[in-house]
T-cell receptor, first 111, second 114 residues
Framework: GEDVEQSLFLSVREGDSSVINCTYT??????LYWYKQEPGAGLQLLTY?????DMKQDQRLTVLLNKKDKHLSLRIADTQTGDSAIYFC???????????FGGGTRVLVKP | KAGVTQTPRYLIKTRGQQVTLSCSPI?????VSWYQQTPGQGLQFLFE???????NKGNFPGRFSGRQFSNSRSEMNVSTLELGDSALYLC?????????????FGQGTRLTVV
């Protein structure tokens, strides 16, 4: 079945860029999501990318997709203390109805 | 536009009891999915409903069930609660399904079984 892996932890200084990485196994994944979860809260959709794209930029967020290596990354520019949270990548096949999530990357932003 | 609404936000139940959780999707969305989040297992798919039909089901025991109403609101039920059912239960709403359109999550219902 589908497997999605993320590193567990990332520490970054305020103002620097953060890069969160995700790898997946199923090359037929067509919709790739990034979600943010703050303590005690649900999942906030940050951005998504289709598998026919290599890059998507949305304000401070840049998503890069390397389909050959099945590698997805989320770059957060000018990281702020409010960006401290757990970030999940999730993948799904076209017309599928089950998201497969990575284990989440905890990002800690230090002042 | 209102987001995904889950009720209640918190629940405490005793082992052996049953519980019903509710999810109201974004207006116009017809797909509702349910996920269980625990520290040990992460986010796991329970089931997905579209137009009152279950389209997919995860690997959970039969104690976990769900349904969807004609207004797209969904409920999930867990019978004979076990301590291991303590988790954050999240529902996701999308227009036609997360494989076609964006999936938005609610704030979740935190269930504690004692």
């Amino acid at each position: 079945g589908e497997d999605v892996e993320q590193s567990l932890f990332l520490s970054v200084r305020e103002g620097d860029s953060s890069v969160i990485n995700c790898t997946y196994t199923d090359s037929s994944s067509t919709y790739l999501y990034w979600y943010k979860q703050e303590p005690g809260a649900g999942l906030q959709l940050l951005t998504y990318i289709f598998s026919n794209m290599d890059m998507k930029q949305d304000q401070r967020l840049t998503v890069l997709l390397n389909k050959k290596d099945k590698h997805l990354s989320l770059r957060i520019a000018d990281t702020q203390t409010g960006d401290s949270a757990i970030y999940f990548c999730a993948v799904i096949k076209a017309a599928g109805n089950k998201l497969t999530f990575g284990g989440g990357t905890r990002v800690l932003v230090k002042p | 536009k209102a987001g995904v609404t889950q009720t209640p936000r918190y629940l405490i139940k005793t082992r052996g009891q049953q519980v019903t959780l509710s999810c109201s999707p974004i207006s116009g969305h017809r797909s509702v999915s349910w996920y269980q989040q625990t520290p040990g297992q992460g986010l796991q798919f329970l089931f997905e409903y579209f137009s009152e039909t279950q389209r997919n089901k995860g690997n959970f025991p039969g104690r976990f069930s769900g349904r969807q109403f004609s207004n797209s609101r969904s409920e999930m039920n867990v019978s004979t609660l076990e301590l291991g059912d303590s988790a954050l239960y999240l529902c996701a709403s999308s227009y036609t399904g997360p494989g076609n359109t964006e999936a938005f999550f609610g704030q979740g219902t935190r269930l504690t079984v004692v």
